[in-house]
Protein backbone atom coordinates (compact mmCIF):
# COMPACT_ATOMS: atom_id res chain seq x y z
CA UNK A 1 0.00 0.00 0.00
CA UNK A 2 1.24 3.62 -1.15
CA UNK A 3 0.60 6.82 1.12
CA UNK A 4 1.89 10.07 0.34
CA UNK A 5 2.01 12.05 3.24
CA UNK A 6 2.12 15.99 2.98
CA UNK A 7 3.05 18.75 4.88
CA UNK A 8 4.23 22.44 5.24
CA UNK A 9 0.81 24.00 5.05
CA UNK A 10 -0.28 26.87 7.01
CA UNK A 11 -1.64 30.61 6.73
CA UNK A 12 0.94 33.17 5.19
CA UNK A 13 1.33 36.93 4.33
CA UNK A 14 1.50 38.27 0.93
CA UNK A 15 4.57 38.54 0.20
CA UNK A 16 5.43 35.61 2.08
CA UNK A 17 6.90 31.75 1.89
CA UNK A 18 6.00 28.34 2.81
CA UNK A 19 7.48 25.10 1.54
CA UNK A 20 5.56 22.20 1.16
CA UNK A 21 7.02 18.50 1.71
CA UNK A 22 5.20 15.43 0.17
CA UNK A 23 7.12 11.51 0.94
CA UNK A 24 5.76 8.66 -0.68
CA UNK A 25 5.89 5.93 1.32
CA UNK A 26 5.28 1.72 0.29
CA UNK A 27 6.91 -1.10 -1.44
CA UNK A 28 7.66 0.86 -4.53
CA UNK A 29 10.65 -0.05 -7.24
CA UNK A 30 10.37 3.67 -9.23
CA UNK A 31 8.83 6.88 -9.14
CA UNK A 32 8.92 8.54 -12.65
CA UNK A 33 6.87 11.89 -12.23
CA UNK A 34 6.26 13.56 -8.95
CA UNK A 35 3.81 16.76 -8.95
CA UNK A 36 1.95 19.91 -7.12
CA UNK A 37 -1.88 20.15 -8.14
CA UNK A 38 -4.01 22.83 -6.67
CA UNK A 39 -7.95 23.12 -5.87
CA UNK A 40 -10.39 26.06 -4.74
CA UNK A 41 -13.71 25.57 -4.33
CA UNK A 42 -15.68 24.99 -7.35
CA UNK A 43 -13.04 24.90 -9.56
CA UNK A 44 -10.81 21.70 -10.93
CA UNK A 45 -7.64 20.61 -9.99
CA UNK A 46 -4.98 22.18 -11.74
CA UNK A 47 -0.80 21.48 -12.23
CA UNK A 48 1.25 23.56 -10.20
CA UNK A 49 4.23 21.97 -10.96
CA UNK A 50 6.30 18.75 -11.99
CA UNK A 51 9.46 17.10 -12.05
CA UNK A 52 10.58 14.05 -13.53
CA UNK A 53 13.03 11.49 -11.91
CA UNK A 54 15.52 12.77 -14.38
CA UNK A 55 14.86 16.06 -12.56
CA UNK A 56 13.25 18.26 -15.68
CA UNK A 57 10.97 20.03 -14.50
CA UNK A 58 7.45 22.01 -15.68
CA UNK A 59 5.56 25.29 -13.93
CA UNK A 60 2.18 26.78 -14.56
CA UNK A 61 2.58 30.20 -15.97
CA UNK A 62 1.06 31.74 -13.02
CA UNK A 63 4.18 30.56 -10.46
CA UNK A 64 6.93 30.37 -12.57
CA UNK A 65 9.69 32.31 -11.04
CA UNK A 66 8.18 32.42 -7.30
CA UNK A 67 7.92 28.73 -6.63
CA UNK A 68 10.45 26.28 -6.78
CA UNK A 69 9.97 22.00 -7.78
CA UNK A 70 12.82 19.67 -6.63
CA UNK A 71 13.11 15.99 -5.06
CA UNK A 72 15.04 13.50 -2.81
CA UNK A 73 14.64 10.64 -5.26
CA UNK A 74 16.84 8.58 -2.07
CA UNK A 75 13.76 9.69 0.21
CA UNK A 76 10.71 9.63 -2.19
CA UNK A 77 10.24 12.99 -1.55
CA UNK A 78 9.19 16.37 -3.73
CA UNK A 79 9.32 19.53 -2.64
CA UNK A 80 7.59 23.03 -3.48
CA UNK A 81 9.42 25.89 -2.20
CA UNK A 82 7.14 28.80 -2.54
CA UNK A 83 8.36 32.52 -2.52
CA UNK A 84 6.51 36.26 -3.08
CA UNK A 85 2.89 34.48 -2.22
CA UNK A 86 0.18 35.97 -3.51
CA UNK A 87 -3.58 35.80 -2.10
CA UNK A 88 -4.47 34.15 -5.47
CA UNK A 89 -2.24 30.77 -4.36
CA UNK A 90 -4.70 30.29 -1.70
CA UNK A 91 -6.01 27.20 -2.42
CA UNK A 92 -5.49 23.22 -1.35
CA UNK A 93 -2.80 21.68 -2.49
CA UNK A 94 -2.12 18.03 -3.28
CA UNK A 95 0.79 15.97 -4.38
CA UNK A 96 0.73 13.26 -6.94
CA UNK A 97 3.34 10.67 -7.79
CA UNK A 98 3.44 8.00 -10.76
CA UNK A 99 4.95 4.95 -9.23
CA UNK A 100 6.09 1.75 -10.39
CA UNK A 101 6.30 -1.30 -8.44
CA UNK A 102 7.97 -3.43 -10.40
CA UNK A 103 10.70 -3.27 -12.59
CA UNK A 104 8.72 -4.46 -16.01
CA UNK A 105 5.04 -3.54 -14.30
CA UNK A 106 2.85 -0.80 -15.08
CA UNK A 107 2.47 2.58 -13.39
CA UNK A 108 -0.06 4.05 -11.14
CA UNK A 109 -0.87 7.59 -10.38
CA UNK A 110 -1.37 8.25 -6.40
CA UNK A 111 -2.85 11.26 -4.59
CA UNK A 112 -1.69 12.93 -0.94
CA UNK A 113 -4.69 14.36 1.11
CA UNK A 114 -4.14 17.93 0.54
CA UNK A 115 -2.84 20.55 2.58
CA UNK A 116 -4.39 24.03 2.99
CA UNK A 117 -2.30 27.47 1.67
CA UNK A 118 -4.03 30.43 2.53
CA UNK A 119 -2.66 33.86 1.50
CA UNK A 120 -3.97 36.57 3.37
CA UNK A 121 -2.96 39.74 5.18
Known amino acids: QVQLVESGGGLVQPGGSLRLSCAASGSIFSINTMGWYRQTPGKQRVLVAS???????NYADSVKGRFTISRDNAKNTVYLQMDSLKPEDTAVYYC???????????????WGQGTQVTVSS
Open 96 to 110: SATIQFTAVGYEYDY
Open 51 to 57: VTDGGTT
